[in-house]
């Protein structure tokens, strides 16, 4: 059997971790994958901000909580032969400590209404997707285009996943999250989705472009996402859906307006199975 | 009956001891033996959780899959998860209960004895019959400890059996906790007034609302996944009109007052320990308990911080983001009344105050991802992802599973009558600590870089992280073979003395250790002050 063990990224991240610790750079977090994708929607960008803003929220708030205790650990020991001080009140402490995270909630909860209030807002869309979730693939449906398919896991993720396999999921592109049948987009545009299955929970998770909604079987949710980057974002089923929950990734292809054109003209043209659903 | 008669002569001779041999295990009705087998037993689910957890890291340790299928990994998850919640971390506190509660207020018992023996012989029958669906046709359940339909419908045999002995936990449960409120309500020394009352036994007096609140309503959304499933309703069905959201409603009114019920407990014991090892008053000690009280209020209105991503609609998601993002409030309260306590005292450092100082700094860690997880837009990406996975455990293992060996590291000289080995203890707690975060914080990472949770296996971005979250899980629970070590040998060493600890505050360490088989037969007259009234 090949070696699996790969020490030098370990490594590489480990060294990583301890100076990211000090220091996040923007860089940093695209390459090693520490930290939320920026992604590729306004939302996205939103979301990552309010993420990052609560992020250093917490940080100072725990800097200030903790270097007092690490402080009082080291000052306020018994082997220092300091005698125990006796006080248990200070109303103006806790007034203080009350008041003072009820206007930091009061901040945060400001901002993140209002982006909450955009990611709601899915009128005026310029193309509708309905996604179903089977257990354990995906359908779409272009409901503007009459035109439908599965995706499911591509073939060499397929073989490579089986127990001992014998084949390192390292040599294998995109493991796990790849699929024969992607969902391609035009840039730019409004894309609105609309999730349901048809048979248990499923959810429909893209990173990078700040969607998680679940697919439930007698209900139609609803989201909407407007990529501005060409290019091709991974994710997986994020609800707990049976035994191969871990295996029904998602696929989202941006490209330029004429290569979507192309591409459901082809497809429809081609592919009996696209045009007949 | 002999017993009987025993009970009748009880006050012509009031030191009679136990029964001998399994009688007084099986008829136990003696609060302090009773708290022994609940520790014993949620000691043992602590074990048989922990090894599954082992599975599931083993399997996690490299992307592919090596040793598992994925449906006996779902298995795992799920089972390891009710283990722990039920059998491990419930019924230990309900054991430090038992011990400590009459002993704190100054009762002879629990109230209702025979009733206390029945909650605890309920849940080795309920674990039993859990354990055993792991042989059953279709296997142990594996739709998640939470259950959601329409997935959990398609478990095998093992259906009836789960929802049966999530229903004798439930009852078990209920049953405790209305022996723990009619103990602290009837049976406190008459001088204990209710604000004098020592503040672990106000936490488990709020825990025991909140479970006698909650646990039917659990029970009652498992009893209507039943019906579904076998009497033809369609409670959670949308092919006959149902709606499985419903359920995820239900479940959580139950399950976000049930990680309070974890926690609060946890709360009291740490609220113990450090103003003993500070050698100093707790700080605002009715701020902590009116804390407690809006802590358990709020996490009513707060349980679909677990639904943000079912569709609901805005001014519901802004409601509950809200109501979610003020339990900050009291649990700062309490972080920070902790602080001002250790502030000028004159802190040692024996083994329940490192587990109780761990607990303050990585609860807090917990806390804080739990308040990045109020914020939805964001939540929407970390939901059902390896984030919440890591919030999660950091408050429940550095959180409530480091209190109760806190706990039990506290009053373990006052059980046995003999002081731990207090150098293996410290090794315990920091290569506990160690390796609890080793196993806990890269999960923040891979969360956030897009690990689903629940996955057998994963993309090979995720590797690296993986692999240090199963090597430090390995870590943790070797680590836990010390404590066994630890325990075996309670018995021998040192004598401890009445106090064990350097003028400790409450009334259990007025009586002697070990502390006898009955203790205040008579009420206790006066009070020892609180430290707050010492030198005033
Ligand atoms: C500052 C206080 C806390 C806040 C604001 C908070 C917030 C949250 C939120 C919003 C979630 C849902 C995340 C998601 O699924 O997307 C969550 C999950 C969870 N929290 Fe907390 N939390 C807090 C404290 C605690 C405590 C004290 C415990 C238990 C000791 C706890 C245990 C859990 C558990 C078990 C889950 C995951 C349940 C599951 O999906 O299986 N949390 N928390
Ligand atoms: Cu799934
Ligand atoms: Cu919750």
Same mark, same amino acid.
């Given at each position: 059997m090949k070696a699996r063990w790969k020490p030098k990224p370990m490594l590489r991240q480990l060294v990583l971790i301890l100076t990211s610790l000090a220091a996040t750079t923007s860089t940093a977090r695209a390459d090693w994958g520490l930290n939320m994708p920026e992604g590729v929607t306004e939302l996205s960008k939103e979301t990552y901000d309010l993420?990052?803003?609560?992020?250093?929220?917490?940080?100072?708030?725990?800097?200030?909580?903790?270097?007092?205790?690490? $402080?009082?650990?080291?000052?306020?020991?018994?082997?220092?032969?300091?005698?125990?001080?006796?006080?248990?009140? /200070?109303?103006?402490?806790?007034?203080?400590?009350?008041?003072?995270?009820?206007?930091?909630?009061?901040?945060?909860?400001?901002?993140?209404?209002?982006?909450?209030?955009?990611?709601?807002? /899915?009128?005026?869309?310029?193309?509708?997707?309905?996604?179903?979730? $089977?257990?354990?693939?995906?359908? $779409?449906? $272009?409901q503007d285009e009459d035109m439908g398919f599965y995706s499911t896991l591509s073939l060499d993720s397929l073989e490579a996943r089986r127990k001992q396999s014998g084949i390192d999921p390292f040599t294998v592109e995109n493991y796990l999250l790849d699929v024969d049948n992607p969902v391609v987009v035009p840039v730019g545009k409004k894309v609105r989705l609309l999730l349901t299955s048809n048979d248990v929970l499923h959810a429909w998770w893209v990173p990078d472009l700040a969607i998680k909604k679940d697919a439930i079987p007698g209900i139609i949710n609803e989201t909407w996402f407007k990529a501005e980057q060409v290019g091709t974002y991974r994710g997986q089923c994020a609800e707990l859906c049976g035994k191969d929950h871990g295996y029904m990734p998602i696929v989202v292809e941006v490209v330029d307006e004429d290569a979507y054109r192309a591409w459901v003209d082809t497809r429809k043209a081609d592919d009996p199975q696209f045009a007949a659903r | 009956m002999s017993t009987i008669a025993a009970e009748v002569n009880d006050h012509a001779h009031d030191d009679h001891g136990p029964a001998k041999g399994i009688k007084r295990w099986l008829f136990a009705t003696n609060h302090k033996d009773i708290g022994t087998m609940y520790l014993i037993f949620s000691f043992a689910?602590?074990?048989?959780?922990? #090894?599954?957890?082992?599975?599931?890291?083993? +399997?996690?340790?490299?992307? !592919?899959?090596?040793?598992? @299928?994925?449906?006996?990994?779902?298995?795992?998850?799920?089972?390891?998860?009710?283990?722990?919640?039920?059998?491990?971390?419930?019924?230990?506190?309900?054991?430090?209960?038992?011990?400590?509660?009459?002993?704190m207020v100054g009762a002879p018992d629990m109230a209702l004895p025979r009733m206390n023996n029945w909650s605890f012989w309920i849940l080795p029958v309920a674990f039993g019959i859990l354990i055993s669906t792991l042989w059953m046709d279709g296997g142990a359940p594996a739709s998640g400890w939470t259950m959601y339909p329409p997935l959990?419908?398609?478990?095998?045999?093992?259906?009836?059996?789960?929802?049966?002995?999530?229903?004798?936990?439930?009852?078990?449960?209920?049953?405790?906790?209305?022996?723990?409120?009619?103990?602290?309500?009837?049976?406190?020394?008459?001088?204990?007034? #209710?604000?004098?009352?020592?503040?672990?036994?106000?936490?488990? #007096?709020?825990?025991?609302?909140?479970?006698?609140?909650?646990?039917?309503?659990?029970?009652?959304?498992?009893?209507?996944?039943?019906?579904?499933?076998?009497?033809?309703?369609?409670?959670?069905?949308?092919? !006959?009109?149902?709606?499985?959201?419903?359920?995820?409603?239900?479940?959580?009114?139950?399950?976000?007052?049930?990680?309070?019920?974890?926690?609060?407990?946890?709360?009291?014991?740490?609220? +113990?320990?450090?103003?003993?090892?500070?050698?100093?008053?707790?700080?605002?000690?009715?701020?902590?308990?009116?804390?407690?009280?809006?802590?358990?209020?709020?996490?009513?209105?707060?349980?679909?911080? @677990?639904?943000?991503?079912?569709?609901?609609? #805005?001014?519901?998601?802004?409601?509950?983001?809200?109501?979610?993002?003020?339990?900050?409030?009291?649990?700062?309260?309490?972080?920070?009344?902790?602080?001002?306590?250790?502030?000028?005292?004159?802190?040692?450092?024996?083994?329940?105050?490192?587990?109780?100082?761990?607990?303050v700094f990585l609860f807090t860690i917990g806390g804080f991802s739990g308040l990045m997880l109020a914020i939805t837009p964001a939540d929407i990406q970390y939901h059902d992802s390896y984030f919440v996975v890591a919030h999660f455990h950091y408050v429940l293992v550095p959180g409530s599973v480091f209190a109760i060996m806190a706990g039990v590291y506290y009053w373990l000289p006052k059980w046995t009558g003999y002081m731990y080995n207090e150098s293996l203890g410290k090794l315990h707690f920091w290569l506990s600590t160690i390796f609890v975060n080793l196993t806990f914080f890269p999960m923040h990472f891979l969360g956030l870089a897009g690990m689903p949770r629940r996955i057998p296996d994963y993309s090979t971005q995720f590797a690296d992280f993986n692999m240090i979250a199963s090597v430090g899980a390995f870590g943790f629970g070797l680590s836990q073979l010390i404590l066994i070590y630890v325990l075996l040998t309670a018995k021998k060493g040192v004598p401890a003395t009445d106090a064990v600890w350097d003028n400790p505050e409450g009334l259990e360490w007025t009586v002697p250790s070990p502390a006898p088989f009955h203790t205040f037969d008579t009420p206790p007259e006066v009070l020892p002050p609180l430290k707050q009234e010492q030198h005033a």
């Open positions: 993420h990052m803003l609560i992020f250093w929220v917490c940080v100072w708030i725990g800097v200030v909580v903790f270097g007092v205790m690490i $402080y009082s650990i080291f000052a306020h020991r018994k082997s220092r032969g300091v005698t125990p001080a006796n006080f248990s009140h /200070s109303t103006m402490a806790e007034v203080l400590w009350t008041a003072v995270p009820v206007v930091i909630l009061l901040a945060l909860a400001v901002p993140t209404a209002k982006t909450l209030v955009r990611l709601e807002d /899915s009128r005026d869309p310029d193309l509708t997707i309905v996604a179903t979730g $089977y257990q354990w693939k995906w359908h $779409y449906r $272009y | 689910m602590f074990l048989v959780g922990g #090894l599954m957890a082992l599975v599931i890291r083993t +399997e996690l340790f490299q992307p !592919g899959l090596q040793f598992v @299928h994925p449906e006996f990994f779902n298995q795992m998850t799920t089972m390891h998860a009710l283990i722990m919640v039920f059998g491990a971390v419930m019924p230990a506190f309900v054991g430090l209960a038992n011990w400590m509660i009459p002993m959990v419908l398609q478990t095998g045999d093992a259906f009836p059996f789960l929802i049966f002995s999530v229903h004798l936990m439930g009852i078990s449960s209920i049953m405790g906790a209305i022996n723990i409120i009619v103990t602290i309500m009837n049976m406190r020394a008459p001088s204990m007034s #209710l604000l004098r009352m020592p503040i672990f036994v106000w936490t488990w #007096l709020i825990t025991a609302y909140l479970l006698i609140a909650v646990m039917p309503v659990l029970a009652g959304a498992v009893t209507m996944l039943l019906t579904d499933q076998f009497f033809g309703t369609s409670f959670f069905l949308a092919a !006959g009109g149902g709606d499985p959201v419903m359920f995820q409603h239900i479940f959580w009114f139950f399950g976000h007052p049930e990680v309070y019920i974890m926690i609060l407990p946890a709360f009291g014991v740490v609220s +113990e320990i450090i103003p003993t090892f500070a050698r100093k008053p707790l700080f605002g000690r009715d701020s902590m308990i009116y804390a407690a009280s809006c802590i358990a209020f709020l996490s009513f209105i707060v349980w679909a911080h @677990h639904m943000f991503t079912v569709g609901m609609p #805005l001014s519901g998601q802004l409601f509950f983001m809200f109501a979610t993002m003020l339990i900050a409030v009291p649990t700062g309260v309490k972080v920070f009344n902790w602080v001002a306590t250790m502030w000028k005292g004159a802190m040692t450092f024996e083994t329940p105050m490192l587990f109780a100082l761990a607990f």
